[in-house]
T-cell receptor, first 114, second 110 residues
């Protein structure tokens, strides 16, 4: 089966610029997650979707971050404006809506803000 | 808040040696625990998922055990190979939100 696809793989932007990341989950997976991973740390959840509904966005910095999952398939995560501290790897994952269903991750987007 | 700890942070072993990776968590009210592998510049690959009703799970050379009462899980990798070099992370759920450890970076020397 095709895995979780993310683009772009790398992005370098200057601070205060906007940036967007795209994710295509595994076909049939209702649940989609966006995680952020800082160097040397484990991923931390930003937002979780069940179909097109954001059911947990408590960790999303809403002043500058936004996300959408139109039609309950692909998702986009946006940062506007970016700050130096946003430099990290942004990972998308998907799973079936079953709490014992393993998560499948994409290869991530490495963001560098200069 | 669930805290997940992995010790050691890094490990280097000669090829053929068995690997033992540790994971501890503070809240034992979990319904599963997952082990992931992460290669440099890549995403996470799910290795094993142990449900709370299980004590261990096996896949090839990998075996993971779970002791909920003591808040511990161990990942064993038998007869390590250079291709096993990667970072291994464990994660426990809190209502669908996974809490990850920082990982153990393994280097297997040929």
């Amino acid at each position: 089966e095709a895995g979780v696809v993310q683009s772009p793989r790398y992005k370098i932007i200057e601070k205060k610029q906007p940036v967007a990341f795209w994710c295509n989950p595994i076909s049939g997976h209702n649940t989609l997650y966006w995680y952020r991973q800082n160097l040397g740390q484990g991923p931390e959840l930003l937002i979780r979707y069940e179909n097109e509904e954001a059911v947990d966005d408590s960790q999303l910095p809403k002043d500058r971050f936004s996300a959408e999952r139109l039609k309950g398939v692909d998702s986009t995560l946006k940062i506007q404006p970016a700050e130096l501290g946003d430099s990290a790897v942004y990972l998308c994952a998907s799973s079936f809506r079953n709490r014992n269903s393993p998560l499948h991750f994409g290869n991530g987007t490495r963001l560098t803000v200069t | 808040k669930q805290e997940v700890t992995q010790i050691p942070a890094a490990l280097s072993v000669p090829e053929g040696e068995n690997l033992v990776l540790n994971c501890s968590f503070t809240d034992s009210a979990i319904y599963n625990l997952q082990w992931f592998r992460q290669d440099p510049g890549k995403g996470l690959t799910s290795l094993l998922l142990i449900q709370s009703s299980q004590r261990e799970q096996t896949s090839g050379r990998l075996n993971a055990s779970l002791d909920k009462s003591s808040g511990r899980s161990t990942l064993y990798i038998a007869a390590s190979q250079p291709g096993d070099s990667a970072t291994y992370l464990c994660a426990v759920p809190n209502d669908y939100k996974l809490s990850f450890g920082a990982g153990t970076t393994v280097t297997v020397r040929a």
